[in-house]
T-cell receptor, first 111, second 113 residues
Framework: GQQLNQSPQSMFIQEGEDVSMNCTSS?????WLWYKQDPGEGPVLLIA?????ELTSNGRLTAQFGITRKDSFLNISASIPSDVGIYFC???????????FGQGTRLTINP | DAGVIQSPRHEVTEMGQEVTLRCKPI?????LFWYRQTMMRGLELLIY????????DSGMPEDRFSAKMPNASFSTLKIQPSEPRDSAVYFC???????????FGQGTRLTVV
């Protein structure tokens, strides 16, 4: 089945630094989503992307839907302690009405 | 809206016992999903419903797993008999129109001993 390759698997940064993570797929996706999961909670939707090339921001978060429709990235600017958590990319393969999830990027922030 | 509500939050059961997980989707949402999360396999889609009808159950691991959605506001995921390898966090999610923009519940952490 389709798989998403998400990188990096983990990040250790200083508070205030910018963060970048990405997801790639071997097949075309119609939708890219980015979620954040805090310990003991369910994933929370951060940003949804529906068109190739689309660039969308949500506060300090910015995500883009790659032109080839096979990749997406998420940037977090000026990180703060509450950004700690696991970030997941998710995509809807062409012709499918369901999401495939990446393996997640665990973000740790040193104050 | 209270969001997707799952119960129980935690379940510990003995191998061989029947387990039933419950979900109340967001009112008005017409898609409902059941996911399983483990360290080894990440988030896996088990089954999803559209307008209470199961659309894709290809992710259900085996016949011990079954899911129902008797009405638009309630769904269950049942495991019978349960096995230790079923231990995981099970999430329910729902969405409106677009099946892809799913909102998740807080999950049920299942431990089978």
């Amino acid at each position: 089945g389709q798989q998403l390759n998400q990188s990096p698997q983990s990040m250790f940064i200083q508070e205030g630094e910018d963060v970048s993570m990405n997801c790639t797929s071997s097949s075309i996706f119609n939708t890219w989503l980015w979620y954040k999961q805090d310990p003991g909670e369910g994933p929370v939707l951060l940003i949804a992307l529906y068109k190739a090339g689309e660039l969308t921001s949500n506060g300090r978060l910015t995500a883009q839907f790659g032109i080839t429709r096979k990749d997406s990235f998420l940037n977090i600017s000026a990180s703060i302690p509450s950004d700690v958590g696991i970030y997941f990319c998710a995509g809807a393969p062409q012709g499918a009405q369901k999401l495939v999830f990446g393996q997640g990027t665990r973000l740790t922030i040193n104050p | 809206d209270a969001g997707v509500i799952q119960s129980p939050r935690h379940e510990v059961t003995e191998m061989g016992q029947e387990v039933t997980l419950r979900c109340k989707p967001i009112s008005g949402h017409d898609y409902l999903f059941w996911y399983r999360q483990t360290m080894m396999r990440g988030l896996e889609l088990l089954i999803y419903f559209n307008n209470n009808v199961p659309i894709d159950d290809s992710g259900m691991p085996e016949d011990r797993f079954s899911a129902k959605m008797p009405n638009a506001s309630f769904s269950t995921l049942k495991i019978q008999p349960s096995e230790p390898r079923d231990s995981a966090v099970y999430f329910c999610a729902s969405s409106f129109i677009r099946a892809t923009e799913a909102f998740f519940g807080q999950g049920t952490r299942l431990t089978v001993v």
